[in-house]
């Protein structure tokens, strides 16, 4: 299994659709994410192996110094092997590339030892509002 990383990768809205259901528990939704990303985002990486999406993480900014992860999926039958680690890492090199001081993350309690120990992420305090 030879996995590819690619910044701001040419995919396909039905792929990434597909993929983010399975992630996230929901139907596809046919939303036209190429459009969104190109509009919100700094970039995004998408881990391939051939030519199938098995992975996919968006970093939204500020259009300054702060940049956000979300979405960070992998296919299931691919988890478990530090390809989400590694979109992660990817989207951190990208982000400082592009001269952003900090990256963010929230995510649920569950994620914790991903994202504070496989990713490197450190606690701080924030605030969220429920909308």
């Known amino acids: ?9 040419d995919f396909d809205d039905t792929s990434l659709d597909a993929l983010h ?21 700094l970039g995004w990486v998408c ?7 098995i992975g996919f993480v ?8 702060h940049a956000f992860i979300l ?4 296919a299931e039958q691919y988890r ?8 992660v890492a ?3 090199e990208e982000a400082r590339a592009a001269k952003c001081a900090w990256l963010h993350v929230d995510f649920e309690e569950h994620l914790r030892p991903f994202y504070f120990d496989a990713c490197g992420f ?3 305090a924030a605030g969220l509002i429920a909308l």
């Not at 881990?47 to 999406?53: D, F, K, Q, T, Y």
């Not at 979405?71 to 992998?74: F, G, L, N, R």
Request: hydrophobic share 40%; glycine share 12%.
């Open 71 to 74: 979405d960070t999926v992998v």
């Open 80 to 87: 478990a092997r530090g390809i989400g680690a590694a979109l």
């Open 90 to 92: 990817t989207a951190a």
């Open 21 to 41: 259901a399975e992630g996230f528990g929901h139907p596809p939704s046919e939303v036209a994410w190429r459009e969104r990303l190109e509009r919100h985002s």
């Open 58 to 65: 968006n970093v939204v900014w500020d259009g300054g110094t």
């Open 1 to 9: 299994m030879t996995i590819t990383y690619e910044w701001r990768g």
């Open 122 to 124: 450190k606690e701080t």
């Open 47 to 53: 881990a391939w192996e051939g030519s199938s999406l």
